[in-house]
T-cell receptor
Framework: DVKVTQSSRYLVKRTGEKVFLECVQDMDHENMFWYRQDPGLGLRLIYFSYDVKMKEKGDIPEGYSVSREKKERFSLILESASTNQTSMYLC???????????FGSGTRLTVV | AQSVTQPDIHITVSEGASLELRCNYSYGATPYLFWYVQSPGQGLQLLLKYFSGDTLVQGIKGFEAEFKRSQSSFNLRKPSVHWSDAAEYFCAVGSLDSNYQLIWGAGTKLIIKP
């Protein structure tokens, strides 16, 4: 089974801090995605990547950036964390020929 | 505009009763359809997917879904729910043309009555 691993389940950070959320998948998937999930708002796409060093903005990229230096790793960066970025962050990966996403367990980030 | 609608925010079902969760989509290309389940505090798990062929697809945990092109629907069913099925369920649509970037429904929270 493909495994998508998010480095932290829970994080608490201070306003203004630079925050790194790491995601690693172990099955050579081309596509990787970062979502945030908030009650009543569903899943919202932040950024995605179809290849190494490639990134595309999703629906809500403001305040975020990403890095994909290796195929298996896709990092989400909050340049200067703010309280409105308190959320559940979900990473996913997929094969271009398959379409189904495999999700990590999520990182619940609280910015205080 | 492309969209996925899950009309029920919450559904309450008695344990042992049958379940149907609704999903309607609006999509220009040939749709590929997915159902995912999310247990509290967890990531999403793929239950089943439809790409082509038989319009009734079987998934994990005893779930099935039927693709009805004429109704633009992909409803999820289970004949007899268990307390462990309590979770949030998400419908999603994508296509090969979009490189499988999925459009998500808002989710339906399933509550099981003992």
């Amino acid at each position: 089974d493909v495994k998508v691993t998010q480095s932290s389940r829970y994080l608490v950070k201070r306003t203004g801090e630079k925050v790194f959320l790491e995601c690693v998948q172990d099955m050579d998937h081309e596509n990787m995605f970062w979502y945030r999930q908030d009650p009543g708002l569903g899943l919202r796409l932040i950024y995605f990547s179809y290849d190494v060093k490639m990134k595309e903005k999703g629906d809500i990229p403001e305040g975020y950036s990403v890095s994909r230096e290796k195929k298996e790793r896709f990092s989400l960066i909050l340049e200067s964390a703010s309280t409105n970025q308190t959320s559940m962050y979900l990473c996913a990966s997929s094969l271009s020929t398959n379409g189904g996403y495999t999700f990590g367990s999520g990182t619940r980030l609280t910015v205080v | 505009a492309q969209s996925v609608t899950q009309p029920d925010i919450h559904i309450t079902v008695s344990e042992g009763a049958s379940l149907e969760l609704r999903c309607n989509y609006s999509y220009g290309a040939t749709p590929y359809l997915f159902w995912y389940v999310q247990s509290p505090g967890q990531g999403l798990q793929l239950l089943l997917k439809y790409f082509s062929g038989d319009t009734l697809v079987q998934g994990i945990k005893g779930f099935e879904a039927e693709f009805k092109r004429s109704q633009s629907s992909f409803n999820l069913r289970k004949p007899s729910v268990h307390w462990s099925d309590a979770a949030e369920y998400f419908c999603a649509v994508g296509s090969l043309d979009s490189n499988y970037q999925l459009i998500w429904g808002a989710g339906t929270k399933l509550i099981i009555k003992p």
